[in-house]
């Protein structure tokens, strides 16, 4: 699977996510499903650990707002 880049907002069901820079998975949209683990959701959305992405920087996923392309 492929990383979201810093900033990149994209379609995830029927919300849409952006993925910025952090490292806490209590702040993650994504956190509430996490009940496999990073893994299970890195199948989905990608890498969001700082060891795991190409760029070394952690990230979550957050609810975009509206006018968020």
């Known amino acids: 699977m ?18 910025v820079e952090g490292c806490s998975c ?3 949209a994504m956190n509430p499903l996490d009940v496999e683990g990073c893994e299970f959701i890195s199948r ?3 890498a969001c650990a700082i060891r795991d992405r190409s760029d070394k ?3 979550i996923f957050i609810e975009a707002e509206e006018d968020e392309t």
């Open 26 to 28: 209590r702040d993650c």
């Open 44 to 46: 989905y959305v990608g």
């Open 57 to 59: 920087t952690g990230v």
């Open 2 to 19: 492929e990383e979201y880049k810093i900033g990149e907002v994209f379609q995830f069901g029927k919300i849409k996510l952006k993925c």
